[in-house]
């Protein structure tokens, strides 16, 4: 049985939560923003906490700690991924799904946030294993879950093969084939074309939008990329096919630096063929996850995960453009000194919302049991994302803020409308 844990504030530097809190305070007072809704954003609504007794391939038993955390379902039923790793944390968690509270409001889809996790090291775990844990969660969390209450898809180190195990342990839980209950599945089960690349597809919109606000020819722009997962991957291959040289690549494994660009299709065959790490890639000068970072390109694009670019290296950063294709990359300190610096940063919240979008169209799909093709959803999938980008970009020339700080604002003015207009206790 799943139990509700008390809302706990971690104190440690850089604390996922506590940087959303910073940017909301900000984007409150701007908008002046009611003090009740204020309230009801800085909590999630649930925090549910749930340890996951694994029998091991080795026969003993493995306890794992597994989250599921809900921000808000003002405008929806909530929405977020589940991701495997051995950062996840309460903290983490909570920041994750307020951020996908923002997310959808942003996309304009209608839905709330949540996100859930598992610590563990998917990396370490045998099919078997991870099939044992996806299940135990999965019951753990099945009162939380639901077409019409929370609907949780892919995120790091997830993919289409645990979204399948969640709908057959949750239909058989509750008797009733449910294959909406999760997005990103695999195509024969409900899944949507264009899922899979949905994420780096929008954060390659996104940037394609931002350029040409900043007089950027992609022929004339070296980018590099940082996370070579599914979203730091796609999103590569997709600026390289708008003429966008890709100079450098990384994962957690390695780093790579070409200056006459790296053969995006060629790293992805080689990491497929090579566990899915780069490490030992050939095409490139192998360099550090930090030179990456500050190397002389014009955008950057954190696609790896939380805290990435903070006050320590801010300075450091050349790109003119940063889009982040991760969550959280950027912390509130060095968003203050890129500012200054005059770097515009699409945010998250905005830039990897393709994924999500098309979670939706996903979910619409299993509900009419009408399915479209590749590309219909991809055109959808871009309108969306070039009306959220302009949406943003129109607040922050109104309120003269820079772009997160904008995000904030236009997310949180459609979901007071919301608070508002349901009312509350
Ligand atoms: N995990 C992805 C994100 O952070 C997708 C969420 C979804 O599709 O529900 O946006």
Same mark, same amino acid.
């Given at each position: 049985?799943?139990?509700?844990?008390?809302?706990?504030?971690?104190?440690?530097?850089?604390?996922?939560?506590?940087?959303?809190?910073? %940017?909301? =305070?900000?984007?409150?007072?701007?908008?002046?923003?009611?003090?009740?809704?204020?309230?009801?954003?800085?909590?999630?609504?649930?925090?549910?906490?749930?340890?996951?007794?694994?029998?091991?391939?080795?026969?003993?038993?493995?306890?794992?700690? @597994? &989250?599921?955390?809900?921000?808000?379902?003002?405008?929806?039923?909530?929405?977020?991924?589940?991701?495997?790793?051995?950062?996840?944390?309460?903290?983490?968690?909570?920041?994750?799904?307020?951020?996908?509270? &923002?997310?959808?409001?942003?996309?304009?889809?209608?839905?709330?946030?949540?996100?859930?996790?598992?610590?563990?090291?998917?990396?370490?775990?045998?099919?078997?294993?991870?099939?044992?844990?996806?299940?135990?969660?999965?019951?753990?969390?099945? =009162?939380? &879950? @639901?077409? =019409?209450?929370?609907?949780?898809?892919?995120?790091?180190?997830?993919?289409?093969?645990?979204?399948?195990?969640?709908?057959?342990? &949750?239909?058989?839980?509750?008797?009733?084939?449910?294959?909406?209950?999760?997005?990103?599945?695999?195509?024969?089960?409900?899944?949507?074309?264009?899922?899979?690349?949905?994420?780096?597809?929008?954060?390659?919109?996104?940037?394609?939008?931002?350029?040409?606000?900043?007089?950027?020819?992609?022929?004339?722009? %070296?980018?590099?990329?940082?996370?070579?997962?599914?979203?730091?991957?796609?999103?590569?291959?997709?600026?390289?096919?708008?003429?966008?040289?890709?100079?450098?690549?990384?994962?957690?494994?390695?780093?790579?630096?070409?200056?006459?660009?790296?053969?995006?299709?060629?790293?992805?065959?080689?990491?497929?063929?090579?566990?899915?790490?780069?490490?030992?890639?050939?095409?490139?000068?192998?360099?550090?996850?930090?030179?990456?970072?500050?190397?002389?390109?014009?955008?950057?694009?954190?696609?790896?995960?939380?805290?990435?670019?903070?006050?320590?290296?801010?300075?450091?950063?050349?790109?003119?453009?940063?889009?982040?294709?991760?969550? @959280?990359?950027?912390?509130?300190?060095?968003?203050?000194?890129?500012?200054?610096?005059?770097?515009?940063?699409?945010? =998250?919240?905005?830039?990897?919302?393709? @994924?999500?979008?098309?979670?939706?169209?996903?979910?619409?799909?299993?509900?009419?049991?009408?399915?479209?093709?590749?590309?219909?959803?991809?055109? %959808?999938?871009?309108?969306?994302?070039?009306?959220?980008?302009?949406?943003?970009?129109?607040?922050?020339?109104?309120?003269?803020?820079?772009?997160?700080?904008?995000?904030?604002?236009?997310?949180?003015?459609?979901?007071?409308?919301?608070?508002?207009? %349901?009312?509350?206790?």
């Amino acid at each position: 049985m799943a139990d509700t844990k008390k809302v706990k504030h971690q104190t440690e530097k850089d604390n996922p939560f506590e940087e959303m809190i910073k %940017r909301l =305070d900000v984007a409150a007072k701007i908008m002046k923003l009611d003090d009740d809704v204020y309230e009801i954003m800085k909590k999630p609504n649930k925090i549910v906490y749930s340890s996951l007794p694994i029998k091991m391939d080795n026969g003993k038993t493995q306890v794992f700690e @597994g &989250f599921r955390v809900v921000h808000n379902t003002a405008l929806g039923p909530s929405k977020g991924g589940i991701r495997y790793s051995l950062n996840v944390n309460e903290s983490e968690v909570m920041a994750l799904a307020a951020w996908m509270t &923002f997310k959808c409001a942003i996309a304009d889809i209608p839905y709330g946030g949540a996100k859930g996790g598992i610590n563990c090291d998917p990396s370490k775990m045998s099919e078997g294993e991870l099939e044992r844990l996806t299940r135990s969660y999965t019951s753990a969390m099945s =009162d939380v &879950f @639901g077409v =019409d209450k929370d609907i949780p898809a892919p995120d790091m180190n997830t993919g289409a093969r645990e979204m399948a195990w969640i709908v057959d342990e &949750f239909s058989k839980i509750k008797g009733a084939y449910t294959p909406g209950v999760v997005t990103g599945k695999p195509l024969h089960l409900g899944g949507s074309r264009g899922r899979v690349e949905a994420t780096g597809r929008g954060v390659m919109t996104a940037t394609m939008e931002a350029m040409e606000k900043l007089g950027m020819k992609p022929e004339k722009c %070296r980018a590099a990329v940082q996370g070579f997962g599914n979203v730091g991957s796609i999103t590569a291959k997709h600026l390289a096919a708008q003429g966008i040289k890709i100079v450098a690549i990384s994962d957690h494994t390695a780093a790579f630096y070409n200056a006459d660009g790296i053969d995006i299709d060629k790293a992805i065959a080689y990491r497929n063929s090579n566990k899915g790490v780069i490490k030992g890639y050939k095409g490139g000068k192998l360099i550090s996850n930090e030179e990456l970072l500050t190397l002389n390109v014009d955008i950057l694009c954190p696609c790896a995960m939380e805290n990435q670019i903070t006050e320590e290296n801010a300075n450091k950063i050349k790109a003119k453009l940063i889009v982040e294709g991760a969550n @959280g990359p950027t912390t509130d300190e060095a968003d203050h000194i890129l500012e200054k610096k005059g770097v515009t940063v699409i945010p =998250d919240i905005l830039a990897n919302g393709g @994924g999500v979008t098309v979670s939706y169209f996903e979910w619409v799909q299993n509900r009419n049991g009408y399915y479209y093709s590749e590309e219909e959803i991809n055109k %959808r999938a871009d309108r969306w994302m070039k009306q959220a980008f302009n949406n943003v970009w129109e607040v922050s020339k109104k309120y003269k803020v820079h772009m997160r700080i904008a995000a904030y604002i236009y997310a949180l003015s459609k979901i007071e409308l919301g608070i508002k207009s %349901r009312g509350s206790y």
